[in-house]
T-cell receptor, first 116, second 118 residues
Framework: EAQVTQNPRYLITVTGKKLTVTCSQN?????MSWYRQDPGLGLRQIYY???????DKGDVPEGYKVSRKEKRNFPLILESPSPNQTSLYFC???????????????FGPGTRLLVL | AQKITQTQPGMFVQEKEAVTLDCTYD???????LFWYKQPSSGEMIFLIY??????QNATEGRYSLNFQKARKSANLVISASQLGDSAMYFC???????????????FGQGTILTVHP
């Protein structure tokens, strides 16, 4: 089954304790990205990757890191989480960079993060 | 830069009736795509429908149709024959050429919560 998986699905942590949210897709997609969802703001892109070893900042990259060492994995790293990073996080992937707009992005199930 | 505006924080509809969720967009790009996603209370993002900027016909997918008015920069979602299971948050989103760096970033609106009453 084609899917994007994220782990963990729920996480409660404390300020400053490094954490990683994993994302994996089994569709051999080139393009992957991370979004965060906050009430009244919709989803905003954090980071994206166009292929292995190619990553770039989205609209709200502060406080986050990513890596793309393998095509299928795109982990999101919070080196020193803060309460303002409490949010719902989505990983997404799509087959190509976007010349074919109809190739919609496939979203993971989401990770709910609470930073105390 | 792209911008999506959804002006209806919440909408109510009676079961079996039709409802329109509003979406306006802003972009200077000529080539772009418009999407609608549904997010039920469980949280996952479900793709509903897509409209390309050069598509002359309005997109339809089952009970969903997209009322695309390019000159007015609007892309409203019409749900016909509403069902209780349609109660969810709905997001309008777009992807554009972004000045040549067509990396496929989705820009989302704030969302509209739809409640279907029996």
């Amino acid at each position: 089954e084609a899917q994007v998986t994220q782990n963990p699905r729920y996480l409660i942590t404390v300020t400053g304790k490094k954490l990683t949210v994993t994302c994996s897709q089994n569709m051999n997609h080139e393009y992957m990205s991370w979004y965060r969802q906050d009430p009244g703001l919709g989803l905003r892109q954090i980071y994206y990757s166009m292929n292995v070893e190619v990553t770039d900042k989205g609209d709200v990259p502060e406080g986050y890191k990513v890596s793309r060492k393998e095509k299928r994995n795109f982990p999101l790293i919070l080196e020193s989480p803060s309460p303002n990073q409490t949010s719902l996080y989505f990983c997404a992937s799509s087959p190509r960079q976007g010349d074919n707009w109809q190739e919609t992005q496939y979203f993971g199930p989401g990770t709910r993060l609470l930073v105390l | 830069a792209q911008k999506i505006t959804q002006t209806q924080p919440g909408m109510f509809v009676q079961e079996k009736e039709a409802v329109t969720l509003d979406c306006t967009y802003d972009t200077s790009d000529q080539s772009y795509g418009l999407f609608w996603y549904k997010q039920p209370s469980s949280g996952e993002m479900i793709f509903l429908i897509y409209q390309g900027s050069y598509d002359e016909q309005n997109a339809t997918e089952g009970r969903y149709s997209l009322n695309f008015q390019k000159a007015r920069k609007s892309a409203n979602l019409v749900i016909s024959a509403s069902q209780l299971g349609d109660s969810a948050m709905y997001f309008c989103a777009m992807v554009a050429n972004a000045g040549g760096t067509s990396y496929g970033k989705l820009t989302f609106g704030q969302g509209t919560i739809l409640t279907v009453h029996p």
